[in-house]
């Protein structure tokens, strides 16, 4: 069975406070919405995602397209977002629709939810209500609600996607949820468990909460990379994605762009899985005069397939020429685009060995970077 993922991002937000919505403030090391989608991206069972952002937000687009994630532009309401959802994303078989602003979601509530659609049209989590329930007005309690039976509606919400297409098709309205026009349409939804941790951010305070969550089975992975180049016959160096004209060129079995190369080998320390030779081995004739950016990309997504967010690449490179300085801004864009991240999450800067060693005689150029890679 193919399973799609529908993350809805294309709300305000605006009890949460802040400069922007809620989905894109940062939590920890990464946005809210990188969090969630992370947390879909790791599971095993899931096949596509498909991500319904706000038109002020479509900016944002490329960064998710460039994890294979489709992107589509929401309505005015929830329910037009979804629809619009629905129709952008690929043919599969069960939908689940989970809401951007709940970062928290546990791989097994996803499971629980994948599992019931074997044997239900709908299903979702919910948590049974434990609280005794009141009425109020004006500050005061003016009576008691009896409890049994009541559940806290969560997310993912996941339905045979024929099934919510039909009844989308007939509802008309603002619904609470997706349940709310699956059962409109006489569909029966099985309850799931829920998690008191899949919490949604609401408010300010929502996001103290959601931190403490998550750093709670944080995996952070740091990795270091260190390559050397020798300079030879040519009439320009590659570094960094950018072609730079020069008097020399830099000799290696690829384009030998010293500095894809030392950011690629920081992605694999992290990920402790050996480093360029072990996945593009030289005696393969293939790599021969390969661009650089083919490593850089597998890397980030071999990172990206194990779960994790790459939040952040310090790249030095160390020569007396050319000078890196004039070029850094395009080599940061380069960088950020073949790792699908944002440019301010890349850092690419320049420093001299004081005329000493092998580069401070023009002999060649050297380059050391650090990766960070984080998994909740």
Same mark, same amino acid.
């Given at each position: 069975?193919?399973?799609?993922?529908?993350?809805?991002?294309?709300?305000?937000?605006? &009890?949460?406070?802040?400069? &922007?919505?809620?989905?894109?403030?940062?939590?920890?090391?990464?946005?809210?919405?990188?969090?969630?989608?992370?947390?879909? &991206?790791?599971?095993?069972?899931?096949?596509?995602?498909?991500? #319904?952002?706000?038109?002020?937000?479509?900016?944002?687009?490329?960064?998710?397209?460039?994890?294979? $994630?489709?992107?589509?532009?929401?309505?005015?309401?929830?329910?037009?977002?979804?629809?619009?959802?629905?129709?952008?994303?690929?043919?599969?078989? /069960?939908?689940?629709?989970?809401?951007? !602003?709940?970062?928290?979601?546990?791989?097994?509530?996803?499971?629980?939810?994948?599992?019931?659609?074997?044997?239900?049209?709908?299903?979702?989590?919910?948590?049974? #209500?434990?609280?005794?329930?009141?009425?109020?007005?004006?500050?005061?309690?003016?009576?008691?609600?009896?409890?049994?039976?009541?559940?806290?509606?969560?997310?993912?919400?996941?339905?045979?996607?024929?099934?919510?297409?039909?009844? /989308?098709?007939? /509802?008309?309205?603002?619904?609470?949820?997706?349940?709310?026009?699956?059962?409109?349409?006489?569909?029966?939804?099985? $309850?799931?468990?829920?998690?008191?941790?899949?919490?949604?951010?609401?408010?300010?305070?929502?996001?103290?909460?959601?931190?403490?969550?998550?750093?709670?089975?944080?995996?952070?992975?740091?990795?270091? *990379?260190?390559?050397?180049?020798?300079?030879?016959?040519?009439?320009?160096?590659?570094?960094?994605?950018?072609?730079?004209?020069?008097?020399?060129?830099?000799?290696?079995?690829?384009?030998?762009? #010293?500095?894809?190369?030392?950011?690629?080998?920081?992605? /694999?320390?992290?990920?402790? !899985?050996?480093?360029?030779?072990?996945?593009?081995?030289?005696?393969?004739?293939?790599?021969? *005069?390969?661009?650089?950016?083919?490593?850089?990309?597998?890397?980030?997504?071999? !990172?990206?397939?194990?779960?994790?967010?790459?939040?952040?690449?310090?790249?030095?490179?160390?020569?007396?020429?050319?000078?890196?300085?004039?070029?850094?801004? !395009?080599? &940061?864009?380069? #960088?950020?685009?073949?790792?699908?991240?944002?440019?301010?999450?890349?850092?690419?800067?320049?420093?001299?060995?004081?005329?000493?060693?092998?580069?401070?005689?023009?002999?060649? $150029?050297?380059?050391?970077?650090?990766?960070?890679?984080?998994?909740?």
């Amino acid at each position: 069975m193919q399973v799609c993922v529908l993350i809805v991002a294309a709300g305000r937000g605006v &009890r949460a406070g802040g400069p &922007r919505p809620k989905q894109w403030q940062m939590l920890g090391q990464a946005r809210v919405i990188d969090h969630t989608v992370a947390a879909f &991206r790791a599971h095993s069972e899931v096949d596509h995602i498909t991500l #319904v952002l706000h038109a002020d937000d479509i900016n944002e687009a490329g960064v998710f397209e460039a994890q294979g $994630i489709t992107v589509t532009k929401g309505g005015a309401e929830r329910s037009d977002s979804v629809r619009a959802g629905l129709l952008a994303m690929p043919p599969c078989d /069960y939908v689940l629709i989970h809401d951007a !602003a709940r970062p928290c979601v546990a791989k097994g509530v996803i499971s629980d939810v994948i599992s019931a659609l074997q044997s239900h049209e709908a299903a979702a989590p919910g948590l049974p #209500v434990t609280d005794a329930l009141w009425t109020g007005d004006d500050g005061v309690v003016t009576g008691n609600r009896d409890r049994t039976g009541l559940f806290a509606a969560q997310t993912p919400q996941g339905f045979h996607r024929a099934a919510l297409l039909n009844a /989308y098709a007939t /509802y008309s309205g603002i619904a609470a949820d997706d349940v709310e026009v699956a059962r409109s349409a006489g569909l029966t939804v099985a $309850i799931t468990a829920g998690d008191p941790d899949n919490i949604k951010i609401t408010t300010s305070g929502d996001f103290a909460r959601a931190t403490a969550i998550l750093e709670r089975d944080m995996d952070i992975r740091t990795g270091n *990379g260190f390559d050397v180049h020798a300079f030879g016959a040519g009439d320009h160096v590659m570094l960094c994605g950018v072609k730079i004209p020069h008097g020399q060129g830099l000799v290696g079995h690829s384009d030998a762009d #010293v500095g894809l190369h030392t950011v690629t080998d920081a992605i /694999y320390g992290a990920l402790a !899985a050996g480093d360029i030779g072990t996945h593009f081995p030289p005696s393969d004739p293939q790599w021969k *005069g390969a661009q650089s950016h083919i490593f850089l990309r597998h890397a980030a997504q071999m !990172a990206r397939d194990q779960g994790f967010t790459l939040t952040h690449v310090d790249c030095t490179l160390i020569c007396e020429f050319p000078k890196v300085g004039p070029h850094a801004a !395009a080599m &940061r864009a380069a #960088v950020a685009e073949m790792l699908g991240i944002e440019v301010a999450r890349v850092s690419v800067k320049a420093t001299t060995s004081e005329r000493l060693g092998f580069t401070g005689r023009g002999e060649g $150029i050297a380059c050391i970077a650090t990766a960070t890679l984080v998994k909740s």
